[in-house]
């Protein structure tokens, strides 16, 4: 059993603390977080162990009535490992916590590539946190995430020369009111090649990419416009069918009438999912397309929820708990990652279990 403490429980460390709990081979330990706010609320409701991330600050929780199970030392002594979610540049910071207590951690997209052993992506690159010098992984940002799980097939199986991608990205959480209203389009980062291109190199170091991105006025999704070259010149239904066998792409198809980021989440949310997350990559069947050796289409990323199957899968990783196909088919099984639309004419994933049968 692995124990799993999340320091931050936020966007990203409240969906983290959920997927743990869901899985049977890892203890969620506790969450920490700075304040008695209503995160903090919805934590004890779900009977997760508080810690104070700010021990000077014990008190704020003990005056809102709310029993600490301890502070955020006692978390990191008790854990096998930490998924550090507080907010960009802060886990760097909390580095030396962990190695006082020789306690493995899994840092965020907003953390630096140079602050840790590795940049994580489970399809992409998984065996790299299975070494026992690895303690810091950084599991990539939700972009990045998107970008190395569509490469990674593409160029495993008919050869990228180049991908050249627009980020559409969304200008903030619907939660995070300090980032809203927002009403511009803005060039995001305005130099380009944006920072997204070298990011996913970090996964994929030999990968050609150039990325921009742009910032508009939306919060439920980014949209990512993808063009890829191709070392050879499949047809559309070969990419089609590449694409359906991996559990955390989701083809969407034309039939569902979904046109938008808005209806995808609607969709996401009529299944049932938590907080309406959408784990996958969701890209849009009717936007493949092959001319020569290029292929195009659009995807959108949720980007509160793509990265915590990842981190689910980081956290085995560091542990060498289980290989990459063991541990994403648990992971998918047990947090429910795998969208298939009930419509006619969507096959069955082969799944590598079932492709023998
Ligand atoms: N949101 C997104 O779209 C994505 C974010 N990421 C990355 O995930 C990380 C977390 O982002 P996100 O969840 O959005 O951030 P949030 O602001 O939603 O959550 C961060 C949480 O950390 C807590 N916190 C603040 N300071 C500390 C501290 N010193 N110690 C412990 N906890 C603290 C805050 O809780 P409190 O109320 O207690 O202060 C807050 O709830 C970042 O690196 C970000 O780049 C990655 C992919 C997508
Ligand atoms: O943290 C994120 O976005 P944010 O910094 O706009 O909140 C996401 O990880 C996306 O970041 P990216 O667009 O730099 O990949």
Known sequence: MIKVGVNGYGTIGKRVADAVRAQPDMKLVGVAKTRPNYEAEAAVRKGYPLYAAIPEKSDAFRNAGIDLAGEIDDLVMQSDVVVDCTPSGIGEQNRELYRRYDTRALFQGGESADAVDA????????????NDDVQFVRVVSCNTTGLSRLMAPLDEAFGVEKARITLIRRGGDPADASRGPINDILPDPVTVP???????????PDLNIDTVGVKVPATLMHLHSVNVTLSEAPSVDEVRDLLHEESRLFLVPDIAGIGGTGQLKEFAMDTGRPRGDLWENCIWDESLSVEDNDLYLFQSIHQESDVIPENVDAIRAIMDAADQQESMEKTDENLGVGLESVFGGVRKRITPRNADD
């Not at 940049?119 to 299975?130: E, G, H, K, L, P």
């Not at 944006?194 to 994929?204: E, F």
């Open 119 to 130: 940049s994580f992506n489970a399809r992409a690159n998984y065996d790299v946190a299975r």
């Open 194 to 204: 944006s920072h997204h291109g070298p990011d996913v190199n970090t996964i994929l």
